[in-house]
């Protein structure tokens, strides 16, 4: 009896796949695979000429010892003028994420339960909101501040304070544990906080609370939302480019206390639903000797700004409804303006990143749509070539799935955005840090790995930064996952019915 056939589908992707592979080895490869032949014909005249021949055509030619030195002075000065000019690398040391306490924990019951009560009178409101929780893929053990526990919540000044002062110094302190660094020595500080922006600033207050130096370099950002930690990132780089020897601190977070919003609108209760406590403190250095402990080299950062677009400026904005309370609006258009400021993003980000094979395709497939069919599908490269691991913005369910179905990523690849929203909720501009976490936790990051974090932010904005880890990373005892790793992954149904 013969044997079965394969099915002609399945042949064909087969070879599909191992065609495919070829392709990548032969272009990625391709001046590698050019010289071997060339040296191998190189050699094996040497091995013909013999040990006289080449012994006399060395004594044939005749040095001049002025061309010798201006040869010489001349590599030098061309070396000392790419090292000079050479950026300088920035490392990040290591970073720290604050880990709330049990007492803010938001159970959906606890939740719901506080939502029927301050909307009493809109029973539509309250609805839309649990329809919101049982599809958001945010789990039990969230956390919001303890003026939002409050029936009605109490959103005061100092509460805000208060919240504040607790998640920003809970990161410092364990980033000073981690490190040993002391706060004397900080010689850069950045703190971005979108929403929550007192006088005396969040930086004057962390120079107040830990007396650090009076000439240290320190900026406040705000109003640059969930993707406001790599645009800090990005001006510690460009400051540590013209400070040498120097480290700069970074501390993202989001004070929710005075934005929860207490009105009825539904655009505007959407983040009530998503948003919750966080934090993270981040040292980065440019100094030689921290190449040795540091867990990441920065490689490349990338900044996309749709703002000169109305309807990308207006997507996420801070207004007051018909009763004057302060809330945030997110439009129903923002998941398609997301994807166009992503596509923007990997426009710039991909010929840093993707190898020769794919930015060919790429390449390929935009001459062709230009010239001969604009209506061929465009070639999305495979980032999954560039990359080892993906830092998604944990800014919601639709985010990260959206994310996920137009980089083609695996569930594998978005598993740390989606533990993160589900452990700590949309924690802003942290988020992409306690994802970090979480993939260093599992025990999965190799020397050699490439990171790509990316986030999304009013204005609108996309922002994406490439790290390469220095060294395979152990499995930490400490952090925001400590207690709850071993749990993880979970399984998260398309709909938790309350």
């Known amino acids: 009896m013969s044997s ?86 920035v490392y990040l040391v290591d970073y720290s994420c604050f880990k709330p306490p049990v007492t803010c924990r938001v159970p959906f019951a606890t939740f719901m339960e506080h939502s029927r009560l301050n909307l009493i009178d809109t029973p539509k409101s309250v609805e839309f909101q649990m329809r919101i929780l049982e599809r958001s893929g945010l789990g039990e053990e969230t956390c919001l501040p303890p003026a939002i526990h409050y029936i009605p919540p109490t959103p005061t000044m100092d509460a805000a304070r208060s919240e504040a002062e607790l998640v920003i110094f809970t990161a410092m302190d364990d980033l000073f544990k981690k490190t040993g660094l002391k706060p004397k020595d900080i010689d850069i500080l950045i703190v971005n ?22 000439n240290i370099k320190s900026l406040n950002l705000s109003g640059m939302g969930c993707s406001a930690s790599l645009i800090s990132v990005d001006v510690a780089r460009d400051l540590l480019q013209v400070h040498p020897n120097s480290n700069a601190v970074i501390v993202s977070t989001e004070i929710i206390t005075p934005n929860y919003y207490q009105g009825k609108e539904r655009a505007m209760l959407l983040p009530n639903c998503l948003f919750r406590m966080g934090a993270a403190a981040i040292l980065l250095s440019n100094r030689r000797s921290d190449r040795w402990r540091a867990k990441y080299k920065l490689c490349h950062l990338v900044r996309t700004h749709r703002g000169a677009e109305d309807k990308s400026y207006y997507c996420v904005y801070q207004q007051e409804d018909d009763e004057s309370h302060v809330g945030i609006n997110l439009n129903k258009d923002l998941m398609a303006i997301a994807g166009e400021a992503l596509k923007s993003n990997i426009t710039t980000i991909g010929p840093l990143v993707l190898p020769a094979s794919e930015q060919l395709l790429f390449l390929t497939s935009l ?42 990523l695996s569930a ?17 501009s942290s988020s992409l840090w306690y994802e970090l976490s979480y993939i260093e936790a599992k025990g999965k990051m190799k020397k050699g790995d490439r990171v790509w974090q990316i986030a999304f932010g009013s204005g609108f904005k996309c922002n994406s930064a490439v790290w390469k880890s220095n060294r395979t990373i152990k499995t930490p005892t400490e952090g925001p996952w400590s207690d709850c790793i071993d749990r993880y992954p979970v399984f998260i149904p398309e709909v938790v019915k309350l």
Not at 30 to 37: G, N, S, V
Not at 44 to 65: A, D, K, V, W
Not at 194 to 205: D, K
Not at 385 to 391: I, K, P, Q, R
Request: include cysteine; charge should be positive.
């Open 4 to 89: 079965p056939k394969m099915p002609d589908h399945l042949s064909s992707s087969v070879k599909h796949k191992y065609v495919r592979l070829g392709y990548q080895y032969l272009v990625n490869n391709f001046l590698t695979l050019l010289l071997i032949p060339i040296m191998a014909y190189t050699a094996l005249e040497l091995f013909r000429m013999g040990p006289e021949e080449i012994f006399n055509h060395l004594n044939s030619l005749h040095f001049n010892l002025l061309h010798i030195l201006c040869s010489s002075f001349l590599v030098i000065f061309v070396s000392t003028v790419y090292f000079m000019s050479k950026p300088r690398t």
């Open 193 to 214: 906080c979108s929403l929550f922006s007192p006088t005396p600033s969040l930086s004057a207050m962390i120079i107040n609370k830990y007396k650090l130096r009076s």
């Open 367 to 408: 001459i062709g749509r230009k010239i001969f069919n604009a209506k061929w599908k465009p070639y999305i490269p495979d980032f999954k070539m560039a990359f080892e691991h993906f830092c998604i913005h944990a800014g919601g369910r639709a985010v990260i799935d959206e994310l996920q179905k137009s980089l083609q």
């Open 412 to 428: 594998e690849h978005v598993e740390a955005s989606r533990m993160t929203l589900h452990r700590f909720g949309n924690t802003s």
